[in-house]
């Protein structure tokens, strides 16, 4: 089993749409979480931050259930702009090491 | 801008030669980690330096091996260069979070783009 385990995607939405990303992680020890995005060809970037009370950043909402083992992604209202692969990242330490990566989840917004 | 550069950009190699990838990390960050990301896959983590020592170690062989200077700068190195080596490499800094700090955030230079024919 993967560490990290994410949608196989692509998702192809339409302008204004909701999409859901879903992430599972293995090791119940992990302690961060995020999400970043990859954009064709670029470097990933932090999209935001998980917590444990799931967190809003304007369209993006996260949620993590650790009993579950489970992140979600939720992007409102889709923009062109979002077409991108959505990276889950555990962090299984508060000290830097061994970020682990899915595989990713592209997203295509369509017009 | 993450303010965390790579270079060079773009390489071409053959099999069996060696190469060095470098890294600057953001002003402040004094942690360097290193990811391999193949086509069509997420990145894959290979080591971290702290304060010029490694400090973590992904599953890859000791062909790869890394430096890390005390300007924090950073170097992979990947000896007898092998196909499956092509992929982008990512450098990503961070500052080592001291005591109550609960997230350590990484931030991703734009990577070397290593083809191995």
């Known amino acids: 089993r993967k560490e990290v385990e994410q949608d196989p995607g692509p998702f192809n939405v339409p302008e204004g749409a909701t999409v859901a990303f879903n992430c599972t992680y293995s090791?119940?020890?992990?302690?961060?979480f995020f999400w970043y995005r990859q954009d064709c060809r670029k470097e990933p970037k932090l999209l935001m931050s998980?917590?444990?009370s799931g967190n809003e950043d304007g369209r993006f909402t996260a949620q993590l259930n650790r009993a579950s083992q489970y992140i979600s992604l939720l992007i409102r209202d889709s923009k062109l702009s979002d077409s991108a692969t959505y990276l889950c990242?555990?962090?299984?330490?508060?000290?830097?090491?061994?970020?682990?990566f899915g595989p990713g989840t592209r997203l295509s917004v369509l017009p | 801008e993450t303010g965390v550069t790579q270079s060079p950009t773009h390489l071409i190699k053959t099999r069996g030669q060696q190469v060095t990838l470098r890294c600057s990390s953001q002003?402040?960050?004094?942690?360097v980690s290193w990811y391999q990301q193949a086509l069509g896959q997420g990145p894959q983590f290979i080591f971290q330096?702290?304060?010029?020592?490694?400090?973590g170690r992904g599953n890859f062989p000791p062909r790869f091996s890394g430096l890390q200077f005390p300007n924090y700068s950073s170097e992979l190195n990947v000896n007898a260069l092998e196909l499956d080596d092509s992929a982008l490499y990512l450098c990503?800094?961070?500052?080592?979070?001291?005591?109550?700090?609960?997230?350590?955030?990484?931030?991703f230079g734009a990577g070397t783009r290593l083809s191995v024919l």
């Open positions: 090791n119940s020890a992990s302690q961060s």
């Open positions: 330096y702290y304060r010029e020592e490694e400090n």
């Open positions: 990503a800094s961070s500052p080592r979070p001291t005591s109550g700090v609960t997230k350590n955030i990484q931030y």
């Open positions: 990242v555990v962090n299984e330490d508060n000290y830097g090491q061994n970020f682990v």
């Open positions: 998980v917590y444990s």
């Open positions: 002003s402040g960050h004094n942690t």
